[in-house]
């Protein structure tokens, strides 16, 4: 049999692509019975030597049994605790290199595998991310995503892109380190990132498209977890920055305690040199939030000092 160059050019382009890392994936798993097999299938075509690792997270369905039939390593939770706890019982379960953490709810595209890894090489972590809005399910997520990545960009000082995806890859290495400090909810994404940016470590956010869920509902609450995801980010940087919290309230506390000598001096005892109450407290409390922040960054800083040896 002959073959064209041209045919032995497109099964070379066809083919999967040999990395030079062992890779890990990790599949977060609730219910996702009639389509656990086809996100292994798809993710096996990409990667035919990774290692699979589906941790189940007490579902209802036939789950793990689909997905232990597909060739993944099951791992099953006797209690369903979360998204980040069953990434986090992966992740400590993983022998990759490599993390590659993707839903099993059909949204992220195998195919874009490669367009992650072949970045984590100069990264440490890359995270696929929704490109434009309608990329999103509705408006009122995107904005919600918007609000975070912009709240996140001003408190890492590095521009936060799509906090919320959770197709990422990730040197193990990096995330073992800060394994304990991830939620077992759906904030893992989020506090991960802030956690290696503040670190130091180098972050990618490469655009790929979204699919829609392949089927199922989504067990995420707009509002609620946009909360929890604020409170969040205020505790990720309050362990690794914690001044972009602090400075901003003391510095208000001052400027109300001015306003208040102000409104003394000018229109409730006009021309009389008296400090209201209400512009001492404010100003000594300025003053202790100031301090306590300046204390609590240098605690920070030695938290995060890297040993040579």
């Not at 994936?25 to 096996?44: H, K, L, Q």
């Not at 305690?257 to 040199?273: A, E, N, P, W």
Request: no cysteine; aromatic share 8%; glycine share 8%.
């Amino acid at each position: 049999m002959i073959i064209s160059e041209e045919e032995t050019e497109a099964a070379v382009v066809g083919a999967p692509r040999h990395w030079p890392f062992s890779i890990s994936v990790v599949i977060p798993a609730f219910n996702e019975g009639p389509r656990i097999a086809g996100v292994i299938d798809s993710i096996r075509a990409e990667l035919p030597a990774a290692e699979i690792i589906v941790v189940d997270d007490a579902s209802h369905d036939n789950t793990a049994e689909q997905a232990a039939v597909a060739g993944a390593h099951v791992i099953r939770r006797p209690h369903n605790i979360g998204n980040g706890a069953g990434v986090k019982t992966g992740v400590r379960a993983a022998s990759g290199e490599v993390i590659l953490v993707i839903d099993a709810d059909g949204q992220h595209n195998p195919a874009d595998i490669p367009r992650l890894l072949e970045h984590i090489d100069r990264y440490d972590m890359v995270v696929a991310t929704r490109p434009d809005r309608t990329s999103h399910e509705n408006l009122l997520r995107w904005a919600g995503n918007t609000l975070l990545n912009n709240f996140g960009t001003y408190l890492t000082g590095m521009p936060m892109r799509d906090l919320t995806s959770g197709f990422r890859a990730i040197r193990r290495d990096v995330m073992l380190e800060f394994l304990h400090l991830l939620p077992n909810q759906f904030g893992w994404p989020m506090t991960s990132a802030m956690a290696l940016a503040k670190a130091g470590y180098h972050i990618r956010f490469e655009p790929v498209t979204m699919r829609k869920r392949q089927g199922g509902q989504s067990t995420q609450k707009l509002f609620k977890n946009g909360i929890r995801n604020i409170l969040m980010i205020l505790r990720m940087v309050s362990l690794f920055a914690p001044l972009r919290v602090y400075f901003p309230v003391a510095l208000s506390m001052l400027g109300f305690s001015i306003v208040s000598f102000l409104i003394s001096y000018f229109i409730t005892d006009i021309g009389r040199f008296r400090v209201p109450n209400s512009a001492v407290g404010l100003f000594v409390g300025a003053i202790v939030v100031f301090m306590f922040g300046l204390l609590a960054e240098q605690i920070a800083a030695l938290r995060l000092q890297r040993r040579d040896d």
